[in-house]
């Protein structure tokens, strides 16, 4: 399903065509096409970047360009872009006409690492994020470092908050890795994307609690998230990643070895311009925004992901309000 590339999007496009035939729609937002625009043809459909246009209005608009395109049954729908293209179009294409061929050409390295992977389609609604949705993989991703080249250095730095959930929840070689800073991101891209598919393959669709845990950070992420859209998923989740270490420790799930180790990798890879007292206010002024969750709507329990040591992640149910409590625990010792 996932092909390992070097290419640009010429050659990638000209591979696609050469396997699923000339009756392809491409999607991506306004961002991505201003770096690739002379690399489309007529049939490219555009929407705006960011979270404020992950919603039904942008899948209705896309399913009536789909119609001008005489799309039918026999058509492969191709996303181009980021974790937002990816959700969006997995989303149209699994759901036009009942399911219609779909894959993805990931351009950031949040999407390369985590975010096109997993089948996992939606879009936000009424202040919930990722609430519509659905669960379909989709038949072929395509991950080329080349795309890295034109990626804004924002974007890099915000794609470790990914990469050290799964350090820190899964793979403690890749942990160490990034303690020796001695990898290469083709290799990061193999490691986090095989470590997704793997819990994706067991759990698609989150019986077992396993995959689950590949929310290590995320509901504090997403909190933060819906206080503000000044950060960016990535950077987000490395705050929520802060967090949890620090929560984990006062459990005493961690050892104080690993939780200073931990602490040292997570501000090694904090990009954010951030001094204390900022943080600090963010962090108060988002723990509300916990009851947003989607996991939350119809119970006040949330399953909250915490870490028991380096490389391994444990999942527990906690109330909104104790878990709001933890996080005031842990912000006073920031």
């Known amino acids: 399903m996932i092909n390992y590339l070097n290419e640009d ?46 919603t039904l209005e942008t899948v209705n608009n896309i399913y009536s360009k789909l119609l001008e395109f005489n799309a039918n049954k026999g058509s492969v729908i191709v996303g181009v872009g980021g974790g937002i293209v990816s959700d969006v179009t997995g989303y149209v294409a699994s759901t036009f006409m009942r399911g219609v061929k779909f894959g993805f050409i990931s351009t950031t390295l949040l999407g390369m690492v985590d975010a096109s992977i997993g089948g996992k389609n939606g879009v936000n609604f009424n202040n919930y994020k990722n609430l519509i949705g659905n669960i379909k993989e989709p038949n072929f991703i395509y991950i ?52 997704k598919v793997n819990v994706v393959s067991k759990d698609l669709y989150e019986n077992s609690g396993e995959r689950k845990k590949l929310n290590l950070g995320h509901t504090i992420a997403h909190a933060i998230e819906k206080y503000t859209h000044k950060y ?4 987000c989740v490395l705050m929520g990643l802060y967090l949890i270490n620090i929560i984990s420790y006062l459990n005493n799930l961690i050892s104080e070895d690993d939780y200073l180790r931990v602490k040292n ?41 915490l870490i028991d040591k380096i490389g391994n992640s444990k999942l527990i149910s906690i109330t909104q309000n104790d878990l709001k409590n933890e996080i005031q625990k842990a912000i006073s010792l920031i």
């Open 144 to 195: 080329s470092p080349y795309f890295l080249k034109t990626l804004p250095q924002r974007e890099v730095h915000a794609a470790f908050g990914e990469i050290l959930k799964y350090a820190i929840g899964f793979d403690k070689d890749l942990f160490e890795h990034l303690e020796k800073d001695d990898i290469t991101y083709k290799d990061i891209i193999y490691i986090c994307s095989n470590i």
């Open 9 to 54: 999007l010429n050659y990638i496009i000209s591979d696609i065509e050469n396997k699923y035939g000339k009756d392809i729609i491409y999607i991506t937002d306004d961002n991505v096409y201003k770096y690739y625009f002379n690399n489309f043809k007529e049939r490219i459909i555009v929407f705006k970047h960011g979270e404020d246009y992950k």
């Open 265 to 305: 990798l997570l501000e090694n890879y904090n990009f954010i311009d951030l001094d204390k007292d900022t943080f600090l206010k963010l962090l108060n002024n988002s723990i509300e925004f916990i009851k947003f969750d989607k996991k939350g709507i119809d119970t006040n329990k949330l399953d909250i992901v």
């Open 232 to 235: 960016v998923h990535g950077e």
